[in-house]
């Protein structure tokens, strides 16, 4: 890009205006000075403002940066889904290295890098003001927060309307101010201020291009890579998911052809702002063998952060879902609107605790409990232990209790008497006592009860619970009629357990399910 005119001849578009398409012109990086050795710091806000005077970086400018990025949580050095790291969020993936770049401008070394926020968010504001050097930005002009913004884009990892949608948010930040407290209690301040930032090439031309599939969404495409072309099965379940990263990281993640990941629709933490990135018709590459017949729905957000979890993203995820379900026919419930985790096949933990399914859903319009309409029939059975929240720990409390195990209110909460009650059940089942309540705890638990013969043509509340427990072992839906595909479950089961295999359910099959085998 070429050097900007003065700033008192630049002309400004609005943080609200619309978005452009055209990429950012950016290659390659001019090496600054190595900065004198990190020093250890404990405090975040004594840490923005050394970098912010190393690198002459806006201080406010780079705490809204971090804070889109991560909330200013940079989780003990764990990787997003971009890996990512700190509270700057240093990407180190085969189409974004800032966390090299950070290193190699900064000398600290990429360990410090991941783990240690101080060097990491000095690392942030050099790369920051390595894009400024790059786009030309003077020493007066780097005073002006305003023009920083292509800078910002560039931060972004990607390009173009991504980017854009990037850098908008981060002025939203600047614009609305940002009052928080981190990991460790410190409280972090950015002062609300007029903006009106210089978007150069961004301003030029229209890039809010409208979702195929939903109007009131943005439409930025996956790379073809990350997806397949047409579905192989009739679409029958939404899948709920969290980004382990921000917005547009994830926008630009699912555009990178090395990632082979993507969802339907991603969506934004602070406005429920939302993406489509895969046309519905589409299978996205998102919950391994779930893909053929669900929709992929991407939440901004850490799954132990539920700060992320907003009123606006809970309600605009909702109609999303309400409408996809109408469109769809898909039942509005557990059953078929499900978290990332209960997909079969699956070991991932989202959307985890915080989601708060039963809000959720009554957002959807669908069962106000979180649940499926009995409580307890879902796509699968995900492990619930201590701190699990949510419709399925209710689901564990009913269960037990109707047992004889007292497990305490079915108040959808892992507590010490619902575990005490997980491990009085174990012991008397032969299961380990550990007081979790994983699969072969899931199934028999749902086995549980009389144990009638059981075969094809049969239908009826001990039909549904026996298809329960089949969920829990090996998958199988959950509608009440013992047809072909249960009786297909029933003999999978039956070979891989060692008994008769004759699709039939007898006393030696409930044994066996209740047992947990």
């Avoid at 790369?127 to 005073?143: C, F, K, M, P, T």
């Avoid at 934004?268 to 895969?278: A, F």
Wanted: net charge neutral; charged share 20%.
């Amino acid at each position: 890009m070429p050097r900007r005119a003065a700033a008192h001849t630049r002309i400004r578009a609005s943080v609200l205006a619309a978005l452009t398409a055209t990429a950012l012109a950016a290659t390659g990086t001019p090496v600054l000075a190595a900065p004198p050795p990190v020093a250890t710091r404990h405090s975040m806000n004594q840490a923005f403002a050394e970098a912010a005077r190393e690198f002459d970086v806006p201080r406010d400018l780079l705490a809204a940066v971090g804070y889109g990025e991560t909330h200013l949580d940079g989780h003990t050095g764990r990787p997003s889904q971009a890996n990512g790291y700190g509270v700057m969020h240093l990407v180190s993936n085969p189409g974004n290295h800032t966390l090299e770049k950070a290193a190699a401008l900064t000398g600290a070394p990429l360990s410090e890098l991941r783990r240690d926020t101080a060097a990491n968010i000095l690392g942030g504001a050099a790369v920051l003001r390595a894009y400024a050097d790059r786009i030309g930005l003077d020493g007066d002009e780097r005073d002006d927060i305003d023009a920083w913004y292509p800078a910002v884009a560039r931060y972004s990892g990607t390009t173009g309307r991504a980017a854009a949608l990037y850098a908008d948010a981060v002025y939203t930040f600047l614009a609305n101010g940002i009052v928080t407290t981190v990991p460790g209690g410190e409280r972090i301040s950015v002062t609300a201020r007029p903006v009106a930032p210089d978007k150069g090439s961004f301003s030029d031309a229209e890039v809010r291009a409208q979702s195929p599939d939903y109007p009131s969404a943005l439409w930025v495409p996956a790379d073809p890579n990350n997806f397949t072309k047409g579905r192989s099965a009739p679409i029958d379940k939404v899948i709920i998911h969290v980004t382990q990263g921000s917005y547009s990281g994830s926008i630009s993640w699912f555009q990178d052809p090395t990632s082979e990941v993507s969802a339907h629709y991603v969506i934004r933490s602070s406005d429920g702002q939302i993406t489509q990135m895969v046309r519905n018709s589409d299978t996205a590459y998102h919950a391994r063998g779930s893909n053929a017949s669900a929709l992929g729905i991407e939440h901004e957000g850490f799954i132990d952060d539920p700060s992320w979890f907003t009123d606006a993203m809970y309600r605009s995820s909702a109609a999303l879902t309400r409408a996809l379900c109408d469109r769809y026919g898909i039942p509005k419930d557990r059953a078929h609107i499900i978290g990332h985790s209960e997909a079969p096949g699956n070991d991932h933990t989202d959307p985890g605790p915080y989601w708060d399914w039963a809000r959720y859903m009554s957002y959807v319009g669908g069962d106000k409990s979180g649940g499926s309409s009995d409580g307890l029939s879902f796509a699968s059975y995900a492990t619930q232990q201590s701190g699990s929240t949510g419709a399925q720990v209710t689901a564990v409390q009913k269960l037990l209790t109707a047992q004889g195990f007292d497990a305490g209110a079915a108040d959808g909460k892992f507590g010490p008497a619902t575990r005490a009650a997980v491990k009085r059940f174990q012991t008397a089942r032969g299961l380990a006592a550990d007081g979790i309540v994983g699969a072969r705890t899931w199934t028999a638990l749902l086995s549980a009860g009389a144990v009638p013969t059981l075969k094809q043509g049969g239908s009826g509340a001990d039909v549904k619970r026996l298809q329960r427990s089949l969920t829990a072992a090996l998958g199988v839906t959950v509608d009440g009629s013992f047809g072909p595909a249960t009786v297909t479950a029933v003999r999978s089961y039956q070979s891989s357990r060692g008994l008769t295999v004759d699709g039939i359910v007898g006393s030696g099959t409930w044994a066996a399910l209740q047992a947990g085998r």
